[in-house]
């Protein structure tokens, strides 16, 4: 795979335009003089973690002795919860915080930016190739950087789409996020099966 395809590959795993209603709607009780802030420290938080993972992130798993499927099934669980917040909305949101209370870490930076599929692709990467390191490196700089960009134009959305279209957005991509969710589920499930066996 080349710099490019890497890159392509890990902006579609990353998905900015099919998190935009999650971000708008964990966002949006925020002040909007602070909600570009927290924006950019969570996408730069999410890069350091994934840059992290690209390169210690074997070394790391193997020190914790954690098997790549855990980070999965890890990432289904918590984005099945988030899925279910968003289906069923609570007084905190999403997140659960209370209105106007700033999110940290999670569910923006980890897992909706930087998820167990990307930090999979990046570990793939990384064991596949281990002498191309800077290549990887540029497609997931790339990668990030288009998505942040998508992502930093959310309040764009927000007044082209009003409350009312971002709450039935947030309702669809609740239901779509539980759908990845079970399939990373089981994909981590069916992943750890054929490695025992094997």
């Known amino acids: 795979m080349d710099t490019w395809s890497a890159a392509?590959?890990?902006?579609?795993?990353m998905d900015p335009l099919g998190n935009l209603p999650v971000f708008l709607s964990v966002l949006r009780h925020i002040d909007p003089k602070r909600r570009r802030?927290?924006?950019?420290?969570?996408?730069?938080?999410?890069l350091a973690?994934?840059?992290?993972?690209?390169?210690?992130?074997?070394?790391?798993l193997n020190f914790l002795n954690?098997?790549?499927?855990a980070v999965s099934i890890a990432?289904?669980?918590?984005?099945?919860?988030?899925?279910?917040?968003m289906i069923f909305p609570s007084p905190g949101g999403v997140t659960g915080l209370a209105m106007g209370e700033e999110p940290f870490i999670v569910p923006l930076a980890i897992p909706l930016i930087s998820g167990p599929s990307v930090l999979a692709a990046l570990?793939?990467?990384?064991?596949?190739?281990?002498?191309r390191m800077f290549d990887w490196t540029l497609a997931l700089i790339g990668a990030w950087g288009l998505s942040a960009a998508i992502l930093m134009f959310s309040n764009v959305f927000h007044?082209?789409?009003?409350?009312?279209?971002?709450?039935?957005?947030e309702r669809l991509m609740g239901m779509v996020l539980v759908?990845?969710?079970?399939?990373?589920?089981?994909?981590?499930?069916?992943?750890?099966?054929?490695?025992?066996?094997s």
């Open 37 to 46: 802030m927290v924006l950019i420290r969570e996408l730069l938080i999410a």
């Open 75 to 85: 990432g289904a669980i918590i984005l099945f919860i988030i899925a279910l917040r």
């Open 123 to 131: 570990l793939l990467l990384a064991n596949q190739s281990p002498g």
């Open 66 to 69: 954690l098997d790549q499927e």
């Open 179 to 197: 759908m990845i969710s079970v399939q990373m589920f089981l994909d981590g499930i069916a992943a750890y099966m054929s490695h025992t066996v």
């Open 8 to 13: 392509v590959t890990l902006f579609l795993i």
């Open 159 to 169: 007044r082209l789409l009003g409350e009312r279209g971002i709450t039935a957005m």
């Open 49 to 60: 973690i994934m840059l992290l993972f690209l390169y210690a992130g074997s070394s790391i």
